[in-house]
């Protein structure tokens, strides 16, 4: 009996050793030797006889010794190889678990190498500025969103603002599948699109806007790329995020993006609404205004209509959205074509019907000699604008060396204002209408002719018409025109342009690191500017006339034709850069005055040079040189009186004159934000020889100002910030000091000449910390003193504090108050007054589900007025704003 | 300390053995701003690579000098004295030495190196010079290597701290947003020259864990990022992110696991 169990036990023990041997793990082992002593460093590689497929290597170590093993089943070869040896190869089919086999090599195989390997690529080279990363290797699953996933790749930061750097530098656009909706406002991509149909994310280093300028151009701009799966079809995706405040004033803000990207196709659409202060248009802004003027090949960028009558309120330094009544809503529709791979096609359209109002109560005080007294204005102003606006771009790369493109907008511009005004106490009402409309087109082409060199021209066309009606129901002006029926006055302007200007831009990158550039542009410029002040004696329904006084009228034409050359060369070395520039150009002008015309043909020189030394691994010196001419504008140039509101007149010089101006700045940086000493320091002066200037006859009721060619301004300006970071109280501390001097000239009729000179002196500290606790803080204080010194002198000292909290309550719950106060020296009879403004906001966010929950007090102290004092130099100024009440909102954003 | 013996014996050792030795020069490109040379020595025991501490000037590194990036007005991070940066790893020992430096001050410092598990499971064959390649990744410290080896050249070895693979790797990189590259660039065979260190004055060095160094490393950066954050400019709703960005192929230590 225990016979056969053994025998049983045997045989199960064999079979499972036969099956571990057939189907189980096959193990080598055994030594490697020559000429009897022990050899390391063999490469033992086993490997499938039916395929050659390596299934398993090893090195043998300093006794020789080495041990393979497989999961796989023979027929196998066992390969050893090493360098000064001959290979040997044996074919084995093990039949045990653990096989054991001892070699001996012999001399000769690979006895000498001496190699130099020449790489085809290199990582910076050829694709040297595009580093290409597979999206599949940074998934971990819980990424909902492009900008979850940044947030995982090394080397990538995300802000939580959606902001994305690289380094210290902020990405310049985020493509996808190459094609460009958003330019700087990528986050309303990379905070809503899913990161499902991506494959591949490309860092376009050195990029371009423009192909063809590549590598030849100094650029340290940064791009992304993102590349979409093949069989990725087009998805619908998008956000909404909505705001409300369920109990108190009415407040709300809504929002909604929709998109989807398919490899041909690609769609974006946009809704926005609210009412709380904050300006919907600003986040397409960058898609309206396109083209940046320092990029080669541009030309015509920023030429537009002036603008004459404007009575939205200027608080410099203050939050616009605190005074900002408003109904916002914008609408816009996207779309990216590719139908060859050549041609691009993008077209975006948006509409933006908007209501904003805002209140404001000036006093204004006049202090000059004899002419002494004081206005005051009430003043509700509101405005409508309809907005409509299309713009078409059209790309063709017919071949790799060519690049032509199309950028056609089209747009009308609509505005109404009323302005319920109360001056000195007599009511009236003010209106302007305008219906603009304005047309762009630019067509360019590139050229490259090699790695280095380029040429981009360009040729763009603007036609733009801002016409204007402004009236007023009330009479002001009887000391000035005389008449005593006039019920209302009006003025009709007619405000036109058309411009047409060519370039050819020449770039090119010498071996040494140097840079050319040439460019030769011409441009025509036609200017049209009729204005007619009218004096209307009765209310139309009874027959009204209307009295035009004479030099209160405009029919003039300003036709400016240019033809400049431009040229600058930087020499780059390794401790300095120095870019000598010089632009000379050749002007005609022709100033057509009711008919009557001037010419004026010369000569305009604006040479430049600029520098960078790094004198000390610390310290870095930059400066700057010039000396400028240019020709007076059209709004200098308007030989009669026009109003830009209530009581103002104003007409310009009527003299063709060219302004010479020459100044230098020096800046001084030692350091770097890594650094715990910090600092910069600049100064720059400037002289205009040459200026315009004004001479102003005042009245309470009206001021006809006349600007008048006068000579030598001089400004000068200092500026230092000190940084130090102190270790004991974790953080920063911050001096800034600056000091603006400037002197120059004003008239005054009845007072005469009058010599100014002003002093701004601004002295600041401030705290950062930087603690590893989830409180944070940043807390300051500031001062500004201004001086105006003419035959009297005036002062006027304001304050600013702040004190910002930040809390981090965990992974997604953050919170943050923001506290200021602003005080304004006592001025003009009134006590120096604080102002305090306090916000708080609260998010949470729950990833899984992607819905962030917020929570916002705004003006929790609910300050309902703000009260600023401004000093120039013909009249001191103190107006109050009607703010926006206290409330809390709640929100939520959601995203699919 | 006994461990620094025996490592020492074998350098010893590996400087007398009659062995042949193969030398491999590799470019090391942390990023587009400089390259460095590296040299590798393998006697069949002992790998030991070296640094340089000075850049590669680019005029000789490509008669093309344009092709750099290079700008003399960026912001350069913590300079101060750099030394040679030597690695020594003995065969299929679990441990590295290497020398690092902080602030100008040169550590000797050991590395319990986790084992690269590669996979060379791939079909991508690339030709680099002459020699057919075989791509082989592994998943190392927080970050993905790249390689692509030669089985001409049956060496375990490769640059820096890596090897493994059944042949001398020829280009090695990481994937992330600042790829570090190297890119084998010379190998001889049999080598007969000097190998530069100098193992008294390693050995002379004071000695830290990878972990002590790194953390007195990380807290030097954490100081210097804190310093750069709080002197920022205030953006509303921007906060920095307390990522840890490394600028190494090491991004996450096996201590640094949660």
């Not at chain 1, 990379?190 to 994310?201: A, D, F, Y």
């Not at chain 1, 729950?846 to 309902?864: C, D, G, S, V, Y």
């Not at chain 2, 791939?122 to 020699?131: E, F, M, P, Q, W």
């Not at chain 2, 410290?141 to 020829?170: C, E, H, M, Q, W």
Request: with cysteine; aromatic share 12%; proline share 3%.
């Amino acid at each position: 009996m225990n016979g056969n169990i053994n025998k049983r036990i045997a045989a199960l023990f064999s079979f499972c050793l036969l099956f571990m041997v057939v189907h189980g793990q096959v193990a080598i082992h055994g030594s490697v030797s020559t000429e009897g002593k022990a050899l390391g460093g063999v490469r033992i590689d086993l490997r499938r006889d039916s395929d050659n497929k390596m299934l398993a290597y090893t090195f043998s170590d300093g006794q020789g010794k080495y041990h393979v093993q497989t999961a796989q089943s023979g027929p196998f070869t066992l390969l050893f190889k090493a360098l000064s040896f001959k290979p040997v190869s044996l074919s084995i089919t093990p039949t045990q678990a653990d096989t054991l086999i001892d070699v001996q090599l012999s001399a000769g195989g690979v006895e000498q190498l001496q190699e130099v390997i020449v790489h085809s690529k290199g990582p910076y080279r050829r694709g040297r500025d595009t580093i290409e990363l597979a999206v599949k290797s940074f998934l971990q699953g819980d990424e909902r969103t492009v900008e979850d996933l940044l947030r995982k790749i090394p080397g990538i930061q995300v802000g939580t603002d959606g902001s994305i750097k690289i380094g210290n530098k902020e990405v310049e656009k985020v493509m996808v599948e190459g094609d460009d909706f958003f330019e700087k406002g990528y986050r309303l991509l990379t905070q809503s699109m899913s990161v499902r149909p991506l494959e591949k994310i490309q860092i376009l280093q050195r990029y371009s806007n423009n192909k063809q300028l590549k590598g030849i151009e100094n650029s340290d701009k940064i791009a992304l790329n993102l590349q979409l799966k093949e069989e990725s079809r087009a998805q619908w995706l998008g956000s909404v995020d909505a705001q409300v405040v369920p109990i108190g004033p009415k407040y709300y803000q809504a929002n909604a993006n929709l998109m989807n990207f398919g490899k041909k196709n690609k769609y974006y659409l946009l809704g926005a609404a609210n009412n709380n202060g904050v300006d919907a248009v600003s986040s397409i802004n960058h898609l309206i205004q396109s083209g940046s003027p320092d990029e080669p090949g541009q030309i015509g960028v920023g030429i537009t209509t002036p603008t004459l009558i404007d009575n939205t309120p200027n608080l410099p330094s203050f939050d616009y959205r605190r005074t900002n009544f408003n109904n916002d809503k914008l609408v816009s529709l996207n779309t990216i074509l590719n139908p060859t791979p050549q041609l691009k096609i993008k077209w975006l359209g948006f509409a933006n019907p908007t209501k904003k109002s805002f209140y404001r109560n000036t006093v204004q005080n006049y202090h000059l000699e004899d002419i002494q007294f004081t206005n005051t204005e009430d003043y509700q102003f509101t405005r409508n604008i309809d907005n409509y606006f299309t713009k078409l771009e059209l790309q063709l790369e017919p071949n790799k060396r060519t690049l032509l493109s199309y950028s056609g907008t089209l747009g009308s511009l609509r505005k109404n204002d009323l302005g319920a005004l109360l001056f000195n106490g007599v009511q009236s009402e003010e209106l302007t209408k305008s219906k603009g409309y304005l047309t762009n087109h630019s067509l360019s082409y590139s050229y490259k002719f090699s790695e280095r060199d380029v040429l981009v021209s360009s040729l763009r066309w603007i036609k733009q018409q801002s016409p204007l009606d402004y009236s007023i129901n009330q009479y002001y002006y009887e000391d000035l025109f005389g008449g005593k029926d006039i019920h209302a006055v009006k003025q009709h302007i007619e405000n036109n342009l058309q411009y047409l200007g060519a370039t050819t831009h020449y770039v090119s990158r010498k071996k040494n690191g140097d840079f050319f550039e040439l460019a030769f542009n011409m441009a025509y410029q036609q200017q049209q500017l009729n204005t007619e002040l009218k004096l209307l004696s009765n209310p139309d329904e009874l027959g009204g006339t209307a009295v035009s006084p004479s030099e209160f009228s405009n029919a003039m034409d300003l036709n400016v034709f240019q033809t400049n050359l431009i040229s600058k060369y930087t020499f780059k070395r390794n401790k300095w850069e120095l870019t000598p520039r010089l632009q000379a150009g050749l002007v005609q002008n022709r100033l057509t005055d009711f008919g009557k015309p001037k010419h004026k043909n010369n000569l305009l020189l604006f040479p430049g040079l600029s520098g960078k030394w790094v004198i000390h691994p610390k310290g870095r010196l930059e400066t700057d040189l010039y000396f400028q001419q240019q020709n007076t504008s059209l709004t200098e140039l308007i030989p009669h009186y026009y109003t830009t509101g209530v009581r103002n007149f104003i007409r310009g010089t009527d003299n063709l004159a060219t302004l010479s101006s020459s100044g230098g700045t020096l800046m001084y940086t030692y350091g770097s934000m890594t650094d715990r000493f910090f600092a910069n320091l600049s100064a720059g002066h400037q002289i205009l020889f040459d200026y315009v200037g004004t001479e102003s006859s005042l009245d309470p009721n009206f001021s006809l100002v006349q600007q008048v060619l006068l000579k030598n301004k001089k400004s000068s300006n200092y500026k230092a910030d000190l940084n130090y970071y102190l270790k004991v109280v974790g953080g920063n501390f911050r001096l800034d000091l600056g000091a603006n001097t400037a002197d120059y000239e004003t008239l005054v009729v009845g007072v005469g000449n009058r010599q100014i000179h002003t002093e701004t002196y601004d002295y600041g500290l401030s705290f950062r910390s930087a603690w590893k606790s989830r409180l944070n803080i940043y807390t300051g204080y500031a001062l500004q003193s201004v001086t105006y010194r003419s035959d009297s002198k005036t002062t006027l000292n304001n304050s600013r504090g702040f004190l910002n909290v930040f809390l981090n309550m965990g992974k997604n719950i953050q919170c943050n108050l923001k506290n200021e106060s602003y005080r304004f020296g006592s001025f003009l009879g009134q006590d120096s007054k604080t102002y305090y403004f306090s916000d708080f906001s609260l998010s949470y966010e729950l990833r899984q589900h992607r819905t962030r929950f917020t929570m916002t007090a705004k003006n929790i102290f609910n300050t309902r007025f703000f009260r600023n004092a401004e000093l120039t130099d013909l009249y001191n100024t103190s107006t109050e704003y009607k703010l926006l009440p206290g409330y809390i909102s709640f929100g939520v954003d959601y995203s699919f | 300390m006994r461990k620094y013996y025996i490592f020492f014996l074998f350098l010893f050792l590996s400087r007398l053995s009659f062995a042949q030795r193969l030398h491999a020069i590799y470019e090391y490109i942390p990023s587009a701003m400089a390259t460095f040379k590296e040299d590798v020595y393998y006697d069949g025991t002992v790998k030991i690579a070296v640094r340089d501490s000075m850049p590669i000037r680019k005029q000789e590194l490509n008669k093309d000098g344009d092709d750099e990036v290079a700008s003399s007005f960026s912001i350069t991070i913590g300079s101060g004295k750099r030394y040679n940066r030597v690695v020594i790893h003995q065969n299929k020992a679990d441990q590295q030495l290497e020398t690092r430096s902080i602030q100008g001050v040169n550590y000797l410092v050991t590395d319990k190196f986790p084992a690269l598990v590669w996979n060379t499971d791939y079909t991508d064959v690339d030709t680099l010079g002459k020699h057919v390649c075989h791509k082989a990744t592994a998943s190392y410290r927080g970050t993905t290597l790249v390689a692509y080896y030669t089985n001409d050249i049956p060496v375990p070895v490769g640059p820096s701290k890596f090897g493994g693979l059944p042949g001398l790797i020829v280009m090695l990189y990481n994937e992330s947003a600042n790829p570090n590259y190297w890119y084998l660039k010379e190998v001889n065979y049999p080598y007969a020259g000097n190998i530069p260190v100098n193992d008294k004055y390693i050995q002379s060095l004071p000695k830290l864990s990878l972990e002590e160094f790194v953390k007195k490393d990380d807290q030097i950066n954490e100081e210097q990022m804190r310093i750069m954050y709080s002197k920022m400019p205030m953006m509303e709703g921007v906060s920095v992110d307390k990522q840890k960005v490394r600028g190494s192929v090491e991004q996450v230590y096996e201590w640094e696991h949660q």
